[in-house]
């Protein structure tokens, strides 16, 4: 048997490409993709890029499982490839999903964690940052998804200041450009755009309408795409967050292995899964440990495939 190389796609339903049409697409293209020397994975995502131009979750998972295949030839994990070593890197979030005030205080005291991340946009949300912030003194994030107006973010944003908040994610609609660069000239707190950052198209728009971007492997299409990002985002001299979907260790690893060129870090996906699957990464207080085995260095869970 030869090199086996994983990656990994989660399905998300509100992008609407979901388990089937990947298998679907990657059946019809099946014979392109085995016949493909790969001698590059940067080349070859150039490849899958338009082998499959609609079907971004698709291309990443096969990026993933190119650089992986890619470093076990080597000898290398992803991060010595990508330029190492692994330090120094920033800690994870840990995110606490929308709930009532005192399910998620539970949560934060089930969980002690040094950053938390909290869903915001919602009329509750002075009340849950404020009795949060009571409540611990580790850093807190929020992630409004693109939940305010520009009045309700002029109004919250100097409350939020003196509760300590670290950084917002997305305050505004996606497309609302005029809006974030009022926020951007006003705000006090370091703005990150997620929905108006998906492909590296986007980078330089969000210049001057934000302070940073979130990089998410399955919306850009994976890790190849995901370290042109941040080359282009420090250009600007702007911050970069790497986050998550809903991966597993798998997609999480590809991730966690471009932790040492970002400064901030939402890679709690393995944490708020029932099951994982595949092992390799170690999570302590917010530091995300690889294993150093070569590519991805995880381990499938499963019994591999004849």
């Known amino acids: 048997m030869g090199v086996r190389g994983y990656g990994e796609a989660p399905a998300i339903s509100y992008y609407h490409i979901p388990v089937e049409k990947m298998i679907a697409d990657l059946e019809s293209k099946k014979a392109f993709i085995e016949k493909y020397a790969l001698t590059d994975p940067e080349r070859f995502w150039h490849y899958l890029h338009h082998l499959f131009p609609q079907n971004s979750f698709l291309v990443c998972a096969l990026d993933m499982a190119a650089w992986d295949i890619f470093g076990k030839i080597r000898q290398k994990p992803l991060y010595a490839l990508w330029g190492g070593p692994f330090e120094p890197r920033p800690l994870t979030d840990y995110t606490i999903g929308i709930d009532t005030v005192d399910r998620m205080l539970e949560k934060a005291r089930r969980h002690p964690w040094p950053i938390y991340k909290i869903k915001l946009g919602f009329p509750e949300d002075m009340a849950i940052v404020k009795a949060l912030r009571e409540n611990t003194s580790s850093i807190i994030r929020v992630d409004v998804n693109a939940g305010w107006t520009v009045q309700e973010a002029l109004e919250k944003i100097p409350e939020l200041e003196k509760l300590g908040i670290e950084l917002i994610e997305q305050p505004l609609a996606k497309d609302d450009w005029e809006g974030m660069k009022i926020l951007y000239e006003r705000s006090s707190i370091p703005l990150i755009a997620d929905e108006s950052c998906v492909t ?36 600007l001299q702007m911050k970069v967050m790497i986050g998550s979907m809903n991966e597993s260790t798998i997609g999480s690893a590809a991730i966690a292995h471009l932790l040492p060129q970002v400064d901030y870090a939402d890679l709690d996906g393995p944490l708020l899964l029932k099951e994982d699957l595949a092992s390799g990464l170690v999570y302590t207080e917010g530091r995300v440990e690889v294993s150093g085995a070569p590519g991805l260095g995880i381990e499938w869970l499963g019994r591999p495939a004849d």
């Open 200 to 235: 590296e198209h986007d980078v330089e728009k969000c210049h001057r309408h934000f302070h940073g971007i979130n990089i998410k492997l399955t919306k850009c299409s994976g890790p190849t795409p995901a370290k042109r990002m941040i080359v282009a985002a420090r250009k």
